[in-house]
């Protein structure tokens, strides 16, 4: 079932206190939803509480999403006190660089509990509880654009287990879309390239006095921070086509055409891969 409105509905967002998180946040208050964000630094949760409390209902809770028992313990808290939920953004996450040859397989499994266990948290999570209720409802995953490929450009980040992730979160929103079909839920996955977030606005600002930092240098290289330049959004744009593409009932919801321009490329990869296939059968 389609949300075509967030007037008087109420909103939970992980990892909701920065970043495109926030984004969404101050654009649901601005849709008339009431929201709940959360945020592992509970003191941050309470800033962007206090900084957003002005355009409506807002509250801030702290949460660990890699603990099944602290999520089902937030459920019970939003139940509790704002009802039940109508639309989650499953958001919280953090980004990692790593070489795919020398990473640690504890470092492996630490991206995936906080990006991809959090999310499976949540939805489990919620989402019994609404079908029990015989309510609708939804969930958008923050995916990326490293959800359906790797971006030109990107080759030197080091961002392979991140992606996986990402990709992981594909793969969730998919099969989970089909187990819903019988259901009044649904399921959307947000698909962002670049986005001005506080840190990654941070990055760019010291670059502009010190283009040489070393610190920032083995993040990207120049040509990376071009591309950044180039093709990054802000955190209120990122919200503004997550709401809009949830309200238009669309599954896959990228924030940049360029993105289709990498999907292409495997896709026409593929296409050779069968065609070859077809020709030695």
């Known amino acids: ?34 929201v709940v964000i959360t945020n592992l630094n509970i003191d941050v949760g309470k800033e962007t509480e206090a900084e957003l409390s002005g355009l409506g209902s807002i509250r801030a809770i702290r949460c660990d999403g890699t603990d099944r028992l602290a999520v089902d313990q937030l459920m019970e808290d939003v139940w509790a006190n704002e ?43 919620y989402i019994p509880r609404m079908i029990a209720l015989g309510r609708p409802g939804h969930i958008m995953f923050t995916g990326s654009e490293h959800s359906v490929g790797l971006p030109a450009g990107n080759e030197g980040l080091n961002f392979g287990f991140y992606s996986a992730t990402k990709h992981a979160l594909l793969a ?36 502009e006095t010190d283009p040489a930092h070393h610190q920032i240098r083995q993040k990207f290289t120049k040509e990376v921070e071009t591309l950044l330049r180039e093709r990054m959004i802000s955190t209120q744009q990122c919200a503004r086509r997550a709401l809009q593409g949830l309200k238009q009932g669309q599954f896959y919801i990228p924030t940049q055409s360029y993105i289709k321009s990498d999907i292409d490329r495997r896709h026409e990869e593929l296409e050779r891969a069968f065609s070859i296939l077809a020709s030695d059968q």
């Open 172 to 207: 969730l929103a998919e099969w989970l879309r089909a187990d819903l079909e019988q259901t009044n839920m649904s399921v959307s996955l947000l698909m962002p390239g670049p986005v001005l977030t506080e840190s990654l606005e941070a990055s760019l600002k010291i670059l």
């Open 83 to 125: 009802g039940p939920i109508d639309v989650v953004f499953s958001n919280a996450g953090r980004g990692f660089g790593a070489s795919t040859l020398e990473a640690s397989i504890e470092d492996v499994t630490d991206i995936f509990s906080t990006n991809y266990n959090s999310a499976v948290h949540l939805a489990q999570s």
């Open 1 to 34: 079932m389609t949300i075509t409105s967030l007037d008087r509905k109420t909103v939970l967002i992980t990892g909701g206190a920065r970043g495109i998180g926030k984004g969404i946040a101050r654009a649901c208050l601005e849709e008339g939803a009431q």
